[in-house]
């Protein structure tokens, strides 16, 4: 079992940035890849950004350019800097480890236009 804390979410303006971090397991953080999941009300869970062990990185066409995923493996913690932000990227916003099915409780993002 994987223990994911995720934080950092709030109400912003459009065009704002928010950090979110997510605190994940000691035993697992260092070995696995790592993700950053959002789900919107009426819409399915999508991945936002992913980032490998070794700090490659991926992003879902609709926040490229605006977010950047990052990862202290000293602090196994994930980030996710999300600048210029939408009212479209209104979700809440999981963190996930690759191979695990575990998920934390989220953190709700909204942004106002």
């Known amino acids: 079992q994987v223990h994911l804390v995720e934080s950092g979410g709030g109400l912003v303006q459009a065009g704002g940035s928010l950090r979110l971090s997510c605190a994940a397991s000691g035993s697992i953080f260092s070995s696995n890849a790592m993700g950053w999941y959002r789900q919107a009300p009426g819409k399915q869970r999508e991945l936002v950004a992913g980032?490998?062990?070794?700090?490659?990185?991926n992003y879902a066409d609709s926040v490229k350019g605006r977010f950047t995923i990052s990862r202290d493996n000293t602090k196994n913690t994930v980030y996710l800097q999300m600048n210029n932000l939408k009212p479209e990227d209104t979700a809440v916003y999981y963190c996930?480890?690759?191979?695990?099915?575990?998920w934390g409780q989220g953190t709700q993002v909204t942004v106002s236009s």
């Open positions: 980032i490998t062990r070794r700090g490659m990185t």
């Open positions: 996930k480890a690759e191979g695990w099915s575990d």
